[in-house]
């Protein structure tokens, strides 16, 4: 995919996405793995990264109308989910698969209603840090199951985070790809960056 100077790239999910990020400056794009796209992109396109740390879907669909649909962007990369589990396990706060799959369908819908953008959808990941975390597949495989059938039914371009990670972690082991699970190291978000931009077919820089 080529893009112009006049795309706009809008990425938007969790802390995750956020990296970091400086909210109040509008031009930040934290030091993760939309930094990493931006830098690596062969055409020149505006990127906007919109990410915010321990949001779930509906917080994101709050929000949806100012930091999506006004900014007209022309491709939309959405990767959520894994607050969704982890906020079950910590808080006790519930997410029900049906629910969020809902919710992802409506933001998805709006986004091609309002603004005719392409659609990107990332797969949610988890690289388990110790054993608590090996039970939180039980929450998070169908959620992925969720993304994948909301994202084919709007045509999205997926990018199967959750296979690729694990298959570098065969590589450089997972704790030095997420050290906690679930937040990338520099080196993580590079193995994401690079789906990405598989996935968009722009190209992919060495590792």
Same mark, same amino acid.
């Given at each position: =995919?080529?893009?112009?100077? #006049? #795309?706009?790239?809008?990425?938007?999910? /969790?802390?995750?996405?956020?990296?970091?990020?400086?909210?109040?400056?509008?031009?930040?794009?934290?030091?993760?793995?939309?930094? =990493?796209?931006?830098?690596?992109?062969?055409?020149?396109?505006?990127?906007?990264?919109?990410?915010?740390?321990?949001?779930?879907?509906? /917080?994101?669909?709050?929000?949806?109308?100012?930091?999506?649909?006004?900014?007209?962007?022309?491709?939309?990369?959405?990767?959520?989910?894994?607050? #969704?589990?982890?906020?079950?396990? /910590?808080?006790?706060?519930?997410?029900?698969? *049906?629910? %969020?799959?809902?919710?992802?369908?409506?933001?998805?819908?709006?986004?091609?209603?309002?603004?005719?953008?392409?659609?990107?959808? =990332? $797969?949610? %990941?988890?690289?388990?840090?110790?054993?608590?975390?090996?039970?939180? %597949?039980?929450?998070?495989?169908?959620?992925?199951?969720?993304?994948?059938?909301?994202?084919?039914?709007?045509?999205?371009?997926?990018?199967? $985070?959750?296979?690729?990670?694990?298959?570098?972690?065969?590589?450089?082991?997972? *704790?030095?790809?997420?050290? #906690?699970?679930?937040?990338?190291?520099?080196?993580?978000?590079?193995?994401?960056?690079?789906?990405?931009?598989?996935?968009?077919?722009?190209?992919?820089?060495?590792?």
């Amino acid at each position: =995919m080529r893009f112009t100077r #006049d #795309d706009r790239l809008l990425f938007i999910g /969790d802390s995750v996405t956020a990296a970091g990020r400086d909210r109040d400056d509008p031009t930040s794009l934290g030091d993760g793995y939309v930094r =990493m796209i931006a830098e690596a992109l062969p055409s020149p396109a505006t990127v906007v990264n919109k990410g915010v740390d321990g949001h779930r879907v509906h /917080d994101l669909e709050a929000r949806w109308a100012t930091d999506v649909l006004a900014l007209g962007p022309a491709v939309v990369t959405v990767l959520i989910g894994i607050n #969704d589990t982890w906020r079950r396990y /910590d808080r006790g706060l519930l997410s029900p698969v *049906a629910e %969020f799959e809902a919710c992802l369908d409506r933001v998805l819908t709006l986004t091609e209603e309002k603004c005719a953008a392409r659609l990107f959808v =990332m $797969t949610p %990941f988890l690289l388990p840090a110790g054993p608590e975390q090996e039970t939180w %597949f039980e929450d998070l495989t169908p959620r992925t199951d969720a993304v994948l059938h909301t994202a084919t039914a709007h045509g999205a371009t997926v990018v199967r $985070t959750d296979l690729a990670l694990p298959r570098a972690a065969e590589v450089h082991g997972a *704790a030095a790809l997420a050290p #906690d699970g679930v937040h990338p190291s520099p080196l993580g978000h590079r193995v994401v960056a690079r789906a990405w931009l598989a996935a968009a077919g722009v190209g992919v820089p060495s590792p």
